[in-house]
């Protein structure tokens, strides 16, 4: 179950010549989700040999253009190059209405179908959901209606011990039971204790994608324990009233954001042109919250599995 | 006086990546138009390490995505770095819609002025002209209203002999009138022949771009003894009936063309996402015009001025 996120693109508005503006793909077990899609994404998108054609669904954080002027001419690309399965795209209402403006200018019949889900203002809740996984959407504050998404598996059932089902002869009711947390009662009124029997699942892995957005650290609590934080940091501290005239943040906030929100890694992104060096950005996050990494264009954060040991409620 | 083209983009409707779709920087004594605008001309601007705010005209050839999506980012790339100079925009209705969907979309206030110039279809006259520099328009055949450009200098004045304005004791009339083409009779009645005081000035050089289109012979008088001639080879012949389907050309197609207009060199572009190698392009359009070469982006092709001898007619 690989769960990866690759940067394709983390400038803020203007892209420079290392980096492209904001897109990445999350890859949950071969399943594409593509998040934000700046001009030029299709080109990194090829550049970093993913296929596109696997995304099948897109979702959009806000309709400044530096998060989705890449989308005609991806799902143009997609469409000569003959793709039939859906596409859902997930946006606020203006994206949607460029996309349609545009697809009625150009008078392209698609051969696939493209499904609108309009992520209404101050929208939170679930965008998309499967058995293993679930994408949930909560607003941020910028200057226009902006969202962050949490990417997270969901939370696995017990898995049983080896041997337990032969050793105590469990019946297929039993082990759900079991899976389930409950103990056992056998035929002769013996109880075996769920924890003799059962391990913790894996930990269910996350991923929070944060841009663009003023400092929130009332949303700490919305995202806690994450695996890792993807956090614009457009500017440093030398671009303060900067920052909070566009509401945007600096890296010092979002090293403050990581460790308020205690999540495992920090990944500063969306950077504003004047950095062409990123170091003091890394600095300033690093000395709120240790284990911060700087997003590159190409870069790739894999979130392993994490094995959880018994707690005490479990033990 | 720099005559210079760089190629920005020489890919047909998908990207490859090596190759973006079409735009291009026709560079005349600094003075910059920009010739289509894909998605990602504003990173190959980047790229190349061409000023993006010198530019002041932008022709888009025709509607089709590959050849105008890079438009809004890079007019907001220009807002956001200060832009205050007006921007021209000659291109057709459908382009001019989606700017300005977008623009009231996305509620940007420009601190520049975007003066938009409409290309109609079947289009032939002038789009553009100062006193040494003029461009042209003339309809192709495509799928939509499509339209090829010509840059050209104007024809100059004969120039003086070294010395023939002392030599003769000219007047600044006499001068004027020599330029012109006129003998100067003297106040004596001696006749001066004007051969005799006056030079031929260099030869105003011209730059054709013609994509995308079908075969087009009939053209050929329109960019004849062009110096330079950009012409589409989105195919080679193993693809000629797609070529016809799509109203494209072939790259055999292609050196007909120079051939038939005797243009100095041709350089073919557009080529399909099959052809990863351009060789079998290359000799295709060679077969019919030798002085052929291949488009790739960052190429750079510089006209360089040529002097004419005495013709026939001038002696």
């Known amino acids: 179950m690989q769960f990866r996120i690759t940067i394709l693109g983390c400038s803020s508005a203007i892209p420079t010549k290392d980096r492209y503006p904001t897109a990445q793909l999350v890859d949950y077990s071969d399943r594409y989700f593509l998040v934000d899609c700046a001009e030029g994404t299709q080109m990194q998108l090829r550049r970093y040999r993913i296929s596109f054609q696997r995304i099948q669904h897109i979702l959009i954080s806000h309709m400044h253009s530096d998060h989705f002027l890449g989308l ?67 607003p941020l504050r910028h200057s226009v209606a902006c969202h962050a998404f949490i990417f ?9 011990k080896k041997n337990a089902i032969i050793q105590y002869g469990l019946t297929i009711e039993q082990i759900r039971l079991a899976k389930e947390g409950h103990d056992i009662i056998k035929a002769d009124g013996k109880v075996i204790p769920n924890h003799s029997i059962t391990t913790l699942p894996m930990h269910p892995r996350k991923y929070v994608y944060m841009t663009d957005t003023a400092f929130l650290p009332n949303v700490a609590e919305r995202i806690l324990e994450a695996d890792v934080l993807y956090h614009e940091a457009t500017f440093g501290q030398d671009f303060k009233i900067r920052a909070e005239q566009t509401q945007h943040s600096t890296a010092l906030e979002a090293g403050k954001m990581a460790a308020l929100a205690r999540v ?22 690093k000395s709120e919250f240790t284990d911060t990494e700087v997003a590159f264009d190409g870069k790739v954060i894999d979130i392993p599995f994490a094995y959880r040991t018994f707690s005490s409620n479990h033990c």
């Open 72 to 138: 005609p001419g991806l799902l143009s690309s997609m469409d000569l190059l003959g793709r039939k399965i859906p596409m859902h795209l997930y946006a606020p209402s203006e994206v949607i209405s460029f996309i349609r403006h545009y697809k009625e200018m150009t008078h392209t019949p698609s051969n696939f179908e493209l499904i609108f889900h309009e992520i209404k203002n101050q929208f939170e809740g679930i965008l998309w959901e499967n058995e293993q996984f679930i994408i949930r959407c909560f």
């Open 152 to 160: 997270e598996e969901r939370a696995r059932p017990l898995r049983m």
């Open 264 to 285: 495992k890694k920090l990944i500063i992104g969306h950077f504003s042109v004047r950095y062409t060096n990123t170091d003091s950005l890394l600095a300033e996050a």
